[in-house]
């Protein structure tokens, strides 16, 4: 059982910027591909961005690109989402969750193929 928690949302007016944090409990947290997606009110669960599990790879939706950057420190078994440039539309819940998948991370982006979730983050973002 791996247990996953986020922080770090709130609230930010457009065009400022979030730092969101997750941790993964466990001793094979430098083996998971780590992911964040995230969920607005009446729309599903979409991808946001992917990290291999040595931190080499990165993935991200093309909604946040150059915006969003995800990144991973294995000693701290933490995987942070640090967020540029807000919109409106980038309010939502957000969440973290980890795989032990061995597929490249450019094709990790749904969320049937992510083991462990956390219980998300709230970010709201206002014009």
């Known amino acids: 059982q791996v247990h996953v928690a986020e922080s770090g949302g709130g609230l930010v007016q457009a065009g400022g910027s979030l730092r969101l944090s997750c941790t993964a409990s466990?001793?094979?947290?430098?083996?998971?591909?780590m992911g964040w997606f995230r969920q607005a009110p009446g729309k599903e669960r979409e991808f946001v961005a992917t990290?291999?599990?040595?931190?080499?790879?990165?993935y991200y939706a093309d909604s946040v690109k150059g915006r969003f950057f995800i990144s991973r420190d294995n000693a701290k078994n933490t995987v942070s989402l640090q967020m540029n440039s807000l919109k409106v539309e980038d309010t939502a819940v957000y969440y973290c969750?980890?795989?032990?998948?061995?597929?490249?991370?450019?094709?990790?982006?749904?969320?049937?193929?992510?083991?462990?979730w956390g219980q998300g983050t709230q970010v709201t973002v206002s014009s």
């Open positions: 990290i291999s599990p040595t931190g080499g790879s990165t």
């Open positions: 969750a980890s795989s032990a998948a061995g597929i490249p991370v450019n094709q990790m982006t749904r969320t049937p193929q992510y083991n462990y």
């Open positions: 466990g001793r094979f947290f430098s083996s998971y591909v």
